[in-house]
């Protein structure tokens, strides 16, 4: 059974870190991109950054630059989404999606997790 489950999300404080993880089972994540997109209520889902094949990162929201970061574990199966310096506006529900390309577009992957709740507030 293909399945990606997002963890690792939670209450943190403005300018504090979290670490998102997206572990996937039935394939194997180094033969995607991962993309990590983000829901905010009564938003879109947004693109954020994206982990090519080959190791290649591009940034879709140019407000996490800087601060966000994203990383493999090939050996874990697993994707890392690395938050730093983080913002009440950073608070969304995180989905890791699975394709073949990188993409800003959520409905060009094909394989989605159910999403870890950030929430960024004193």
């Known amino acids: 059974q293909v399945q990606l489950v997002e963890s690792g999300g939670g209450l943190v404080q403005p300018g504090g870190s979290l670490r998102l993880s997206c572990a996937a089972s039935g394939f194997t994540l180094d033969y995607n991109a991962i993309g990590w997109f983000r829901q905010a209520p009564g938003k879109e889902r947004e693109g954020v950054l994206c982990?090519?094949?080959?190791?290649?990162?591009?940034y879709y929201d140019d407000s996490v630059k800087g601060r966000f970061t994203i990383s493999r574990d090939n050996a874990k199966n697993t994707v890392y989404l690395q938050m730093n310096s983080l913002k009440p506006e950073d608070t969304a529900v995180y989905y890791c999606?699975?394709?073949?390309?990188?993409?800003?577009?959520?409905?060009?992957?094909?394989?989605w997790g159910q999403g870890t709740q950030v929430t960024v507030s004193s």
């Open positions: 999606e699975a394709g073949p390309l990188c993409s800003s577009w959520a409905n060009e992957y094909d394989y």
């Open positions: 982990i090519g094949r080959s190791g290649v990162i591009t």
